[in-house]
C-alpha cells in the first residue's frame, strides 16, 4: 500500500534539495562569467516553459514550470551560437566581446571550475552552520566505537567479534567511528577485511567477511550482525500496547528495561535482534521504575510483524544541542567535507578496478528515497549530513573529465592551451553527439537501477 504522505514528503524534499544544489552550483557559473565580462542571457530557477521573472540589462531572471534545477545560458557557449558571425570559420572566434568564445581560455577555464566549486563552498558552509549553531549529540555520548550486541551465526560472529568490543581499525582507518565502518563496509562487498578489537585489555585481529548485501541501498551495519552501541541508558518505554507480553508482564509507560537474560541494551534495535536469534524463547527482563529495579519477570515474545516483539514502543534516545565555537566548527566542516571528498573519489576508483559495482550508484529516484527518509527523521544531522554530501558529489563529478561535464569543458580547453589552436567545432560537434549519447544511455541504466530497487521490486526477489 502506498503511504501518500510519505510519497508527497519525498517529492517535496527532492525537488528542494536538487533544486537548491543545482542553482547554487549554476550561480557559481553566473558569477564568475559576468565577473569576466561574458554576457549572460539567462538565469533560470526550473526548465521548460517560462513562468515569470523579470529583465536586467542583458540577463533575464526567470523561474519556469519544471522546479528541477536550474541553468545559466552565456552567448557563445552552444556550438551553433560561434557560426552565426558572417564569415567566422570553424575555428575562428566570433567578432562578440561578450561571447563566452572571445575570452581567454583561462577565464573560460574559471567560468568552468565556478559551479563546481560553489558546490564545494555550500557544503563546507552548511556543515559550518550545522556544527556551530546545532551539533546535536547523545545526552550521553558513546565515545567509543563499542559493539553493543553481535548476532549469533552472522559474519561478525563468525568473524569472532563478541558484545563489547571496542573497534580499534577497521580496513583503512584508524579509530574509526561507527559511520567510518559502515562506510568501509559499503566499499567492500563481498571481501574480506581486517579489524582490530580491544577486549579485556587485550587487542585481537580478527576478519570479516563483508556480505554481498552491502551493495543494496537498504544495507545496515545489522546485516554484518553488528548491533553498535551508540547511546548510553537503558531502554526507556513511552508506550505499552494493549494485549501484547509486554502488558501481560507488567511494563508500564515512563519504565526502563535495565537488562534481558543478563544483557544490558541501550537501543531497542539491539533487542530486538536478540529476540530475533532467540525465535520466541522466555526471557528474563528486570525493569528500573523510578530508577529502582524491580525483581525479575519471565517474558515470552509473540510473533507480531513478521518478527518477535513485546508490544511496547520505545522512547527516542535523548539528545542534545552542543554548539561548538566557531573555530571548531570549521574545523569540524572542514574534516567532513575532507573525508567525504575522499570517500567519492575512492568510489569512482572503485568503478574502474571493479571493486565497486555499478549497482551502487544511485540516480534521482535513489537520491529522493534519502532525501524523503531525511527529511522525516527528527533529527538535524541526517537533514544537513546529505545536503553537504549530496552538494560535495555534484561538485567532484561535475569536475570528471567527460565531455558535456564543466571537468570536460576544461580538459578540452588544457589540451587547446598546450597546442595553441582550437580543436574545430565540427569534432567537438561529434564529441559532445558521442557524450550526449553515452549520458543518456548512463541515465536509462541509473534510472532502471533506481527503479528495480524500488520496495516493490525488492520484495517480489527470493
Known amino acids: 500500500m502506498i503511504d501518500f504522505h510519505h510519497l508527497l514528503v519525498t517529492i517535496a524534499a527532492f525537488i528542494v534539495l536538487i533544486g537548491v544544489m543545482v542553482v547554487v552550483h549554476e550561480?557559481?557559473?553566473?558569477?564568475?562569467?559576468?565577473?569576466?565580462?561574458?554576457?549572460?542571457?539567462?538565469?533560470?530557477?526550473?526548465?521548460?516553459?517560462?513562468?515569470?521573472?523579470?529583465?536586467?540589462?542583458?540577463?533575464?531572471?526567470?523561474?519556469?514550470?519544471?522546479?528541477?534545477?536550474?541553468?545559466?545560458?552565456?552567448?557563445?557557449?552552444?556550438?551553433?551560437?560561434?557560426?552565426?558571425?558572417?564569415?567566422?570559420?570553424?575555428?575562428?572566434?566570433?567578432?562578440?566581446?561578450?561571447?563566452?568564445?572571445?575570452?581567454?581560455?583561462?577565464?573560460?577555464?574559471?567560468?568552468?571550475?565556478?559551479?563546481?566549486?560553489?558546490?564545494?563552498?555550500l557544503a563546507f558552509a552548511l556543515m559550518v552552520f550545522y556544527f556551530y549553531f546545532i551539533n546535536e549529540v547523545p545526552l550521553v555520548e558513546v565515545k567509543t566505537t563499542t559493539v553493543e550486541w553481535v548476532v549469533p551465526g552472522s559474519a561478525a560472529a563468525?568473524?569472532?567479534?563478541?558484545?563489547?568490543?571496542?573497534?580499534?581499525?577497521?580496513?583503512?582507518?584508524?579509530?574509526?567511528?561507527?559511520?567510518?565502518?559502515?562506510?568501509r563496509l559499503k566499499f567492500n562487498a563481498n571481501q574480506v577485511v581486517p579489524f582490530t578489537v580491544e577486549r579485556g585489555g587485550k587487542t585481537l585481529n580478527l576478519f570479516l567477511r563483508v556480505p554481498a548485501e552491502a551493495k543494496s541501498d537498504d544495507f545496515n551495519l545489522s546485516d554484518t550482525g553488528i548491533l553498535p552501541e551508540v547511546v548510553s541508558g537503558p531502554i526507556?518505554?513511552?508506550?505499552?500496547?494493549?494485549?501484547?507480553?509486554?502488558?501481560?508482564?507488567?511494563?508500564?509507560?515512563?519504565?526502563?528495561?535495565?537488562?534481558?537474560?543478563?544483557h544490558r541494551f541501550h537501543l531497542v534495535q539491539a533487542l530486538l535482534a536478540y529476540m530475533q536469534a532467540?525465535?520466541?524463547?522466555?526471557?528474563?527482563?528486570?525493569?528500573?521504575?523510578?530508577?529502582?529495579?524491580?525483581?525479575?519477570?519471565?517474558?515470552?515474545?509473540?510473533?507480531?510483524?513478521?518478527?518477535?516483539?513485546?508490544?511496547?514502543?520505545?522512547?527516542?534516545?535523548?539528545?542534545?544541542?552542543?554548539?561548538?565555537?566557531?573555530?571548531?566548527?570549521?574545523?569540524?566542516s572542514g574534516a567532513f567535507c575532507s573525508a567525504k571528498s575522499l570517500l567519492v573519489l575512492e568510489f569512482i576508483e572503485g568503478?574502474?578496478?571493479?571493486?565497486?559495482?555499478?549497482?551502487?550508484?544511485?540516480?534521482?529516484?535513489?537520491?529522493?528515497?534519502?532525501?524523503?527518509?531525511?527529511?522525516?527523521?527528527n533529527d538535524w544531522s541526517s537533514k544537513f549530513d546529505l545536503a553537504a554530501a549530496i552538494s560535495l558529489n555534484l561538485g567532484i563529478?561535475?569536475?570528471?573529465?567527460?565531455?558535456?561535464?564543466?571537468?570536460?569543458?576544461?580538459?578540452?580547453?588544457?589540451?587547446?592551451?598546450?597546442?595553441?589552436?582550437?580543436?574545430?567545432?565540427?569534432?567537438?560537434?561529434?564529441?559532445?553527439?558521442?557524450?550526449f549519447v553515452v549520458i543518456v544511455a548512463f541515465f536509462a541504466f541509473v534510472i532502471f537501477n533506481d527503479v528495480s530497487k524500488l520496495p516493490i521490486f525488492t520484495h517480489l526477489k527470493p
Open 158 to 183: 563468525q568473524a569472532g567479534l563478541e558484545p563489547d568490543d571496542v573497534v580499534l581499525h577497521f580496513d583503512k582507518a584508524d579509530n574509526p567511528d561507527w559511520e567510518v565502518v559502515y562506510e
Open 27 to 121: 550561480f557559481g557559473h553566473f558569477v564568475v562569467a559576468k565577473l569576466c565580462g561574458v554576457r549572460v542571457e539567462a538565469f533560470s530557477f526550473g526548465f521548460g516553459p517560462r513562468l515569470f521573472g523579470y529583465k536586467h540589462g542583458d540577463t533575464d531572471y526567470k523561474v519556469c514550470l519544471l522546479p528541477l534545477g536550474g541553468y545559466v545560458k552565456m552567448t557563445g557557449e552552444a556550438p551553433e551560437q560561434n557560426l552565426e558571425t558572417p564569415g567566422a570559420g570553424p575555428t575562428e572566434l566570433p567578432d562578440d566581446p561578450g561571447s563566452l568564445l572571445s575570452h581567454p581560455r583561462w577565464q573560460r577555464m574559471l567560468i568552468g571550475f565556478a559551479g563546481p566549486f560553489a558546490n564545494f563552498v
Open 278 to 332: 532467540g525465535q520466541g524463547k522466555p526471557m528474563s527482563v528486570v525493569l528500573l521504575r523510578n530508577s529502582v529495579p524491580l525483581p525479575p519477570i519471565a517474558v515470552q515474545p509473540a510473533k507480531m510483524d513478521s518478527g518477535w516483539r513485546l508490544g511496547f514502543v520505545a522512547a527516542a534516545p535523548p539528545y542534545r544541542n552542543n554548539p561548538l565555537p566557531l573555530d571548531r566548527a570549521v574545523a569540524m
Open 236 to 262: 526507556r518505554v513511552q508506550e505499552v500496547m494493549p494485549g501484547t507480553p509486554a502488558e501481560q508482564a507488567g511494563f508500564r509507560a515512563g519504565d526502563a528495561i535495565q537488562s534481558v537474560d543478563g
Open 397 to 435: 563529478v561535475n569536475l570528471l573529465p567527460f565531455p558535456i561535464l564543466d571537468g570536460g569543458m576544461i580538459f578540452i580547453l588544457l589540451i587547446e592551451s598546450v597546442r595553441r589552436r582550437d580543436i574545430s567545432i565540427d569534432v567537438k560537434e561529434r564529441i559532445f553527439q558521442a557524450a
Open 351 to 377: 568503478l574502474f578496478s571493479h571493486k565497486v559495482s555499478v549497482t551502487q550508484i544511485s540516480g534521482p529516484l535513489g537520491i529522493a528515497r534519502v532525501a524523503g527518509d531525511a527529511a522525516e527523521i
